[in-house]
């Protein structure tokens, strides 16, 4: 089905149909259903689940890795979440922070405190890179943090929108896909990586980490934001995820999964989500009004599935 506005927002708002619908998306890694039709043209990760529905792309198996519930305990009445990636995290968590004090109060435990520390021009390359530590992880804990009210020790849950930013090569042609050698799916593996290992430094008291790559690309102006590169960042991803369940003692799993198709009539992601071109700005890239609406309904339906975020 085609996502609808306002309706399934407040459809979602709703625990028990959130949680059903985000259960439904995530499978025990090696769970594969039999007998389905192959494909190299990307299909939603979190689907595979009907007849004739692909099952794999290009070999890597669809339907997310679930890597299970993290503990997660408040301190002194607070659980901090914080949102960590580029500009398009940085819009989205600005619009999940202002509906979870709104529309989405009355679902969501009183002691979750969300705090938006994504920066804009930012993506996983600046986070893993010393020298921009002063305007993301350090300002977020000198600045951002207090302004919030929330202390270092209760930042309990990450939320990291994660890209490569350097999506191109020479001359500005977009890297190689999967599965050629030096793949943007292989990049941002190794990225992937290097972020799981500041984690621990920056955060001490971090219990868990929620990734989720990028949405549709297929709007982008640009080759280094399009299509196949932000399909196959969220297969490298799902893969990364099966072998770091944990890291440092950190639980890490999947946000919410943001990629879908154009709508046009065609499959939906997991969550009865497409893209319209007005779900973008200009550049096709960035979210609109309507994109980030939709992103944050995912983001909430997911985390619906924790006992530490709902009520």
Same mark, same amino acid.
């Given at each position: 089905?085609?996502?609808?506005?306002?309706?399934?927002?407040?459809?979602?708002?709703?625990?028990?149909?959130?949680?059903? =619908?985000?259960?439904?998306?995530?499978?025990?890694?090696?769970?594969?259903?039999?007998? /389905?039709?192959?494909? @190299?043209?990307?299909?939603?990760?979190?689907?595979?689940?009907?007849?004739?529905?692909?099952?794999?792309?290009?070999?890597?198996?669809?339907?997310?890795?679930?890597?299970?519930?993290?503990?997660?305990?408040?301190?002194?009445?607070?659980?901090?979440?914080?949102?960590?990636?580029?500009?398009?995290?940085?819009?989205?968590?600005?619009? $999940?922070?202002?509906?979870?004090?709104?529309?989405?109060?009355?679902?969501? @435990?009183?002691?979750?405190?969300?705090?938006?520390?994504?920066?804009?021009?930012?993506?996983?390359?600046?986070?893993? @890179?010393?020298?921009?530590?002063?305007?993301?992880? #350090? #300002?977020?804990?000198?600045?951002?943090?207090?302004?919030?009210?929330?202390?270092?020790?209760?930042?309990?849950?990450?939320?990291?929108?994660?890209? #490569?930013?350097?999506?191109?090569?020479?001359?500005?042609?977009?890297?190689?896909?999967?599965?050629?050698?030096?793949?943007?799916?292989?990049? $941002?593996?190794?990225?992937? #990586?290097?972020?799981?290992?500041?984690?621990?430094?920056? $955060?001490?008291?971090?219990?868990?980490?929620?990734?989720?790559?990028?949405?549709?690309?297929? $709007?982008?102006?640009?080759?280094?934001?399009?299509?196949?590169?932000?399909?196959?960042?969220?297969?490298?991803?799902?893969?990364?995820?099966?072998?770091?369940?944990?890291?440092?003692?950190?639980? &890490?799993?999947?946000?919410?999964? =943001?990629?879908?198709?154009?709508?046009?009539?065609?499959?939906?992601?997991?969550?009865?989500?497409?893209?319209?071109?007005?779900? &973008?700005?200009?550049?096709?890239?960035?979210?609109?009004?309507?994109?980030?609406?939709?992103?944050?309904?995912?983001?909430?339906?997911?985390? /619906?599935?924790?006992?530490?975020?709902?009520?």
């Amino acid at each position: 089905m085609r996502y609808a506005f306002p309706s399934t927002l407040r459809l979602l708002l709703t625990s028990s149909l959130a949680t059903s =619908l985000s259960c439904s998306l995530f499978t025990a890694p090696g769970d594969q259903p039999a007998g /389905l039709a192959d494909t @190299d043209q990307p299909f939603p990760l979190d689907r595979a689940s009907a007849a004739g529905e692909p099952a794999t792309y290009k070999g890597l198996p669809l339907r997310l890795t679930d890597t299970g519930a993290p503990a997660v305990t408040a301190v002194d009445g607070l659980v901090g979440v914080v949102c960590v990636g580029m500009s398009n995290a940085n819009q989205e968590c600005a619009d $999940f922070i202002g509906r979870v004090t709104t529309e989405y109060a009355a679902a969501v @435990d009183p002691s979750v405190r969300v705090v938006n520390c994504a920066v804009g021009g930012h993506a996983i390359e600046r986070w893993i @890179d010393t020298l921009y530590d002063a305007t993301l992880w #350090d #300002d977020c804990v000198a600045r951002k943090l207090p302004a919030a009210g929330l202390r270092l020790d209760q930042v309990r849950v990450l939320y990291h929108k994660a890209a #490569d930013q350097f999506t191109t090569g020479a001359g500005g042609a977009a890297l190689p896909v999967y599965p050629a050698a030096g793949s943007d799916y292989e990049n $941002f593996g190794r990225n992937l #990586d290097a972020f799981a290992g500041r984690v621990r430094a920056k $955060f001490p008291a971090v219990q868990a980490v929620y990734t989720s790559s990028r949405s549709y690309g297929g $709007f982008a102006g640009s080759a280094g934001r399009g299509e196949p590169l932000s399909y196959e960042e969220g297969h490298a991803l799902n893969g990364w995820l099966r072998d770091h369940a944990a890291v440092e003692g950190v639980w &890490y799993g999947w946000g919410p999964y =943001l990629w879908a198709p154009a709508c046009g009539g065609g499959p939906t992601n997991g969550g009865g989500v497409c893209y319209d071109r007005a779900d &973008y700005v200009s550049d096709g890239v960035h979210p609109s009004a309507s994109g980030t609406a939709k992103m944050s309904a995912l983001l909430h339906a997911r985390l /619906l599935r924790e006992a530490w975020y709902r009520r």
